[in-house]
């Protein structure tokens, strides 16, 4: 079964970029569509990002996606980091017709 | 605005039933695949199951196949899950999710979630 790996956590200061993995476990994941999901506590995650690299109306340029296909991961690239966007993060594409999500990731900005 | 509202949640014996719930509003219901999607407490998200636009297409995650039953009342608006055998790995917010991909998955509308706990 395909899955998605990511750092369990990352933390960065205010002003700062940070950037977090997310790799695939099998063939290409520049195969499949990526999208990148924003939960804060106690709330329904929302979409930062989808089609690898694109973002819905709302969300601010800080925000990036890319693919690597060399190293088989796709990535979120956060800039000017804000203590708002301390949140869990999770990547998520598809295997056949099932949905896979990535484990999560825990973003401390302090 | 589109809105997804989950309801039926709440405490249930091992081995028991429960009927999740899911009212849609907002955007053309019946033209989207739908699906659901749990997370466990302090867990990771986990996709459980989708169904396509008129019924067509239905899938499940391994977990929960021969268990959990996804239907949809496209008159209604309504999207259903129904869980039998529920065991205690089964507890958790289980969020409706509109499929918002052309010809791909992504979950564009999320619900608040509704909390099932498996429990003695």
């Known amino acids: 079964n395909f899955m998605l790996t990511q750092p369990h956590s990352v933390s960065e200061s205010p002003g700062k970029t940070v950037t977090i993995s997310c790799t695939g476990s099998s063939g290409s994941i520049a195969s499949n569509y990526v999208q990148w999901y924003q939960q804060r506590p106690g709330s329904a995650p929302t979409t930062v990002i989808y089609?690898?690299?694109?973002?819905p109306s709302g969300v601010p340029d800080r925000f990036s996606g890319s693919i690597d296909s060399s190293s088989n991961s796709a990535s979120l690239t956060i800039s000017g980091l804000k203590t708002e966007d301390e949140a869990d993060y999770y990547c998520q594409s598809y295997d056949s017709s099932n949905g896979v999500f990535g484990g999560g990731t825990k973003l401390t900005v302090l | 605005e589109v809105q997804l509202v989950e309801s039926g949640g709440g405490l249930v014996k091992p081995g028991g039933s429960l009927r999740l719930s899911c009212a849609a509003s907002?955007?053309?219901?019946?033209?989207?695949?739908m699906n659901w999607v749990r997370q466990a407490p302090g867990k990771g998200l986990e996709w459980v199951s989708s169904?396509?636009?008129?019924?067509?297409?239905?899938y499940y995650a391994d977990s929960v196949k021969g268990r959990f039953t996804i239907s949809r009342d496209n008159a209604k608006n309504s999207l259903y899950l129904q869980m039998n055998s529920l065991r205690a790995e089964d507890t958790a917010v289980y969020y409706c999710a509109r499929d918002g991909g052309e010809l791909y998955i992504r979950f564009d509308y999320w619900g608040q979630g509704t909390l099932v706990t498996v429990s003695s």
């Open positions: 169904i396509s636009s008129s019924t067509s297409y239905i």
């Open positions: 907002g955007f053309t219901f019946s033209s989207y695949t």
């Open positions: 089609e690898d690299n694109q973002r």
